[in-house]
């Protein structure tokens, strides 16, 4: 029984954190750059989620389009403004970049919000499943589902439309996809509003599922890794696969070690992936080479 | 391949002036040079394996960590005295690097970058899990004898000592078989093995004694501020900073290191005082320009600084 | 006449990557001094072949062995050093340094069995000498023409001392002068000692410096014998080289 219910949570918390990861896959994955401002960008959203939830008495589920909304303009403005200027340095680089806006976006919240941990509890936050010794609460259903929805809108859009096709292009080719047409001067700060777009709505999530304070991103972002390399660079259905297993991973572990070692175990997971099978479930071995 | 930039006249007065200095300032002063003589060695450490043999060890703080608590728990469990904690977190962090380096290596570019990260978070939260450590509480090693100003003088010399043989250790590099092998597997790691270069052992040795520099100033930081605990040693704010003094000095050079080390103290210390709270975003809008229009950093100044140049940095990295 | 020494075998070398076969069974071997001719259509596996044998990758079955030493297992290094130098199809000099930094590589990384004592640097100088770059030893590589970069690659492959030196479409990309003056080189080169593998599409080099020839077609030899005998054979000429050069062959060379 107890098994049923670590592996039932493991996997509504696996598709919060497909979610999570969706939008640093599409940045690494078409434009090489590794956003380490990532997890902020989600707690951006959270952050939004927050204020609309406290101010507005907005259910934080209707929240996501502002979110997503709201941090599509910021990253596609960054990205037209700053990141474009960099995008061809090399790894460092980008990383330390990102790294900056990390510190600079982190400190913003900071100033506005404090450290302090907020929470988002809509009304109907206790309520949930009970079924033979297994709860299943209301909202984390209603996380997951939203969750898996955003991924697989997200997974149509990339290859049912024809921006989304382009933004595949890229990925898999810059030059090719450049002589077949596509204008990758525009694709990339689409690609960075995408992306950042879908971290906010995925905050909105976060925020309804845990305590959020400004300092919380990295923990996200390190996830984010966890689930890209698991499910492989570039592809939607590996994020799923790999946002699901890192879930059931975390919370099968607790059987054999104290709970206080879960954050640590998705690192131990990240490396044993990286060291055995770098392109992942589903993904591509060619971006294991990516030249710094 | 390198050439002292400045006359040895300058740099012999400059030698003196440092050896001297601890005897004329006061212990602010004494204590802001010391933590910049630390950053300086941590940032031609990393200087080493990321700089000249361009693997971006982004997580190469784990080692800070080590040697912190290495010695730490030589010193507060077997009651070691400090040198021999010193050696000790040289040691261990050679074997981690020598153990986890063999497999660790074989990734590249961005994949190696995570995985440092990784490791750097992994090492953290076991330090930080496991009672022998102390845990999350922290460590707290044994009282320092001796007056104040003494002991100021003190870990002013040792941190001296460090960015002395980390700097003189990244000449010498430069100097032998060892630079010019880790230069060619930066530039091009395939061709540099079929010119012959022995790259998985060269890349070994060149984190090896990255870590190792890493480590030693970790040990001495640990004895210095008498209380450490995880979330304080294996901090990527460090990885970072020693990221961004090695970026802005100048990458694979032997003085960049510590030109950056001295700039971004400097400015952190002005910025500490007039905007305490957007202290991270100073520094987070100095990484950005940095990275923007001087990602030569300043060494790659050297012939002249004009606007031309700073644009044309940019128009470089560009899409 | 003693006969002629092996200085390279192959023997059933294969590869397949995935499931692509590149490689098929493949024997052959290098006669010591003498320049050997891998040529055959786009794909054929001339540079699988020669990755192999420098040890850029692996063979997945066969042996390689350089006079007598089994080098197919042995990381690229390790062949490099027992000496067997490349080029690149796709010019990789390295592009931070300089072009005698470049060269220095080759010079302190490269053959353990030296021929003589001379000093790194005196072999850096003599590599120099002989591809006329020492008035450019200073000049930053990203800063020279695709010609040039491989002459720099040449002089880092000879600061190696190599026994062997495998050149991949050395040609490609050069004109007419070009080709003269590299066909020279190479001519030079092979002088000095130095056995040739040289892959080339570039049909001229091929005539002018050649004195065997292997041909290879899908990953299988189609032919291996001396330059005339194999420029002549119907099944290459079918596979490569197409009628219209043999008849141009021939009828520069006056025969019906």
New interface residues.
């Given amino acids: 029984m107890l098994i049923l219910q670590l592996t039932i949570n493991g996997i509504l918390v696996g598709g919060l954190y497909t979610c999570i990861a969706l939008g640093f896959s599409i940045m690494?994955g078409v434009m090489?750059l590794?956003n380490l401002a990532h997890g902020t960008f989600i707690m951006f959203g959270a952050y939004i989620a927050f204020l609309l939830f406290t101010i507005g008495g907005v259910d934080p589920f209707l929240a996501i389009p502002a979110a997503a909304a709201v941090m599509f303009a910021v990253g596609y403005l960054l990205q037209r403004g700053?990141i474009?200027?960099?995008?061809?340095?090399?790894?460092?680089?980008?990383?330390?970049?990102t790294?900056?806006?990390?510190?600079?976006l982190?400190?913003?919240l900071?100033?506005l919000f404090s450290a302090d941990t907020r929470s988002v509890t809509p009304a109907y936050s206790g309520v949930g499943i009970h079924y033979g010794g297994v709860v299943v609460p209301y909202v984390r259903i209603g996380v997951f589902v939203v969750a898996i929805t955003l991924t697989y809108l997200l997974h149509v859009f990339l290859t049912r439309t024809k921006l989304g096709n382009a933004i595949r292009a890229t990925s898999f080719d810059r030059e090719a996809a450049e002589m077949v047409g596509v204008d990758?001067?525009r694709i990339?700060p689409m690609t960075f509003g995408i992306g950042a777009a879908m971290a906010g709505a995925a905050g909105a999530l976060v925020a309804i599922t845990y305590s959020i304070s400004p300092v919380l991103g990295?923990a996200f972002t390190?996830k984010a890794?966890v689930v890209v390399?698991l499910g492989g660079l570039g592809s939607v259905p590996g994020a799923v696969l790999g946002g699901l297993t890192l879930g059931i991973v975390e919370h099968l572990s607790t059987l054999v070690v104290?709970p206080?070692?879960q954050?640590?175990i998705g690192?131990?997971v990240?490396?044993i992936v990286?060291?055995l099978r770098?392109s992942g479930f589903l993904g591509k071995p060619f971006y294991?080479?990516?030249?710094? | 391949m390198t050439r002292l930039p400045i006359p040895e006249v300058v740099v012999a007065v400059a030698g003196v002036g440092l050896l001297l200095a601890p005897f004329m300032l006061g212990n602010y002063w004494i204590r802001v040079l010391t933590t910049m003589f630390m950053f300086a060695a941590l940032a031609s450490a990393t200087n080493i394996m990321?700089g000249y043999t361009?693997?971006?060890a982004?997580g190469n703080v784990v080692f800070f960590g080590l040697g912190a608590y290495a010695t730490g728990l030589a010193m507060t469990k077997l009651r070691a005295p400090f040198w021999l904690g010193v050696v000790l977190a040289a040691v261990v962090c050679c074997l981690y690097a020598v153990v986890i380096g063999f497999?660790?290596l074989?990734?590249?570019?961005?994949?190696f970058?995570?995985?440092t990260?990784?490791?750097n978070?992994?090492t953290r939260?076991?330090v930080e899990?496991v009672a022998f450590t102390g845990g999350g509480m922290g460590l707290s090693l044994p009282v320092q004898r001796g007056e104040v100003d003494a002991l100021n003088r003190h870990f002013y010399f040792v941190m001296l000592g460090l960015v002395a043989a980390a700097v003189g250790a990244t000449y010498c590099v430069t100097r032998t078989r060892l630079g010019y092998g880790c230069l060619a597997i930066?530039f091009d790691e395939d061709a540099a093995g079929s010119c012959g270069v022995p790259t998985t052992r060269f890349k070994v040795l060149a984190w090896t004694l990255s870590a190792v520099l890493t480590g030693m100033a970790g040990a001495a930081y640990a004895n210095w501020v008498g209380y450490i605990e995880p979330r304080a040693v294996f901090d990527?704010n460090i990885a970072?900073k020693m990221?961004?003094m090695m970026?802005l000095g100048g990458a694979a050079t032997v003085f960049g290191p510590l030109l950056g080390a001295c700039l971004v103290e400097l400015v952190g210390l002005m910025a500490w005082s007039q905007i305490l709270?957007?202290?991270?975003?100073a520094?987070?809008?100095?990484?950005?320009a940095v990275?923007?229009f001087v990602?030569g950093g300043l060494m790659s100044l050297r012939r002249g600084l004009s606007i031309r140049l700073l644009l044309d940095n940019?128009r470089?990295?560009?899409? | 006449m003693p006969a002629p020494r092996k200085v390279l075998e192959g023997h059933n070398v294969g590869k397949t990557f995935g499931g692509a076969v590149a490689l098929t069974s493949l024997d052959f071997h290098l006669v010591h001094g003498e320049v050997l001719g891998l040529i055959g259509p786009n794909g054929a596996g001339k540079t699988t072949l020669i990755n192999i044998v420098s040890g850029y990758l692996r063979a997945s079955s066969g042996t390689v062995t350089l006079r007598d030493r089994v080098i197919s297992s042995l990381p690229a290094h390790e062949i490099a050093r027992a000496g067997i130098a490349r080029t690149f199809q796709t010019v990789r000099p390295f592009m931070g340094m300089t072009v005698e930094e470049n060269v220095l590589v080759g010079a302190f990384f490269g053959a353990a069995r030296r021929t003589d004592d001379r000093h790194p640097r005196q072999r850096v100088d003599d590599a120099l000498a002989f591809l006329s770059l020492t008035s450019r030893r200073d000049d930053p590589v990203n800063a020279l023409t695709i010609a040039d970069r491989k002459r720099v690659e040449l002089a880092r492959a000879l600061a190696m001392e190599p026994q062997v030196l495998l050149l991949d479409e050395l040609m490609a990309g050069l004109n007419a002068s070009e080709i003269d003056q590299t066909i020279a080189l190479v001519r030079d080169i092979n002088r000095l000692g130095v056995s040739l593998i040289i892959v080339e599409h570039v049909m001229e080099a091929v005539v002018g410096l050649c004195q065997r020839i292997i041909v290879l077609h899908h990953g299988q030899k189609i032919a291996d014998g001396p330059a005339r005998m194999v420029l002549d054979d119907g099944r290459v000429i079918d596979a490569y080289l197409g009628s219209r050069y043999r008849d141009r062959v021939r009828g520069l060379e006056g025969k019906p």
Avoid: C, Q
């Fill in positions: 690494w090489n590794i700053v474009n200027l960099v995008i061809r340095a090399s790894v460092f680089l980008t990383l330390i970049l790294f900056g806006f990390d510190m600079l982190v400190n913003v900071l100033v990758v001067a990339f990295g390190m890794f390399v104290p206080r070692y954050e640590g690192f131990i990240l490396l990286l060291l770098p294991a080479e990516v030249k710094a | 990321a361009g693997y971006p982004f497999p660790v074989r990734l590249r570019g961005h994949y970058a995570i995985a990260l990784g490791m978070e992994a939260a076991l899990n930066r990527m970072v990221f961004v970026l709270n957007y202290h991270s975003a520094l987070g809008v100095i990484v950005i990275v923007i990602p940019v470089a990295s560009r899409l």
